[in-house]
Nanobody, 115 residues
Framework: QVQLVESGGGLVQPGGSLRLSCAAS????????MAWYRQAPGKQRELVAR???????VYADSVKGRFTISRDNAKNTVYQQMNSLNPEDKAVYYC?????????WGQGTQVTVSS
């Protein structure tokens, strides 16, 4: 049974930082590309960052230079360090795992940026 469990969301002031984690089970983590998506109220889900099995990364233009995605294959976990957060980053953040046999989603974690 594939399971992705996100954690690390919460309320932060503008300019603050958060670190999201996504722990995976039930998959061969190392062969999955991992990604973070987000969905704000009234908007479509969008890609935030992706990391390949080899460690190559892709970022949405809106988060380049502020967010960093990383993975620890030994811990079956993907991370997203988010710095310089602003109110436009408020959303539910979802973890995604993709391989030939897998396209799995976590339940999401809420990030709120407000003073």
């Amino acid at each position: 049974q594939v399971q992705l469990v996100e954690s690390g969301g919460g309320l932060v002031q503008p300019g603050g930082s958060l670190r999201l984690s996504c722990a995976a089970s039930g998959i061969r983590f190392a062969i999955n590309a991992m990604a973070w998506y987000r969905q704000a109220p009234g908007k479509q889900r969008e890609l935030v960052a992706r990391i390949s099995t080899g460690g190559s990364t892709v970022y949405a233009d809106s988060v380049k230079g502020r967010f960093t995605i990383s993975r620890d294959n030994a811990k079956n976990t993907v991370y997203q360090q988010m710095n310089s957060l602003n109110p436009e980053d408020k959303a539910v953040y979802y973890c995604n795992a993709v391989s030939i046999r897998t396209n799995a989603w976590g339940q999401g974690t809420q990030v709120t940026v407000s003073s």
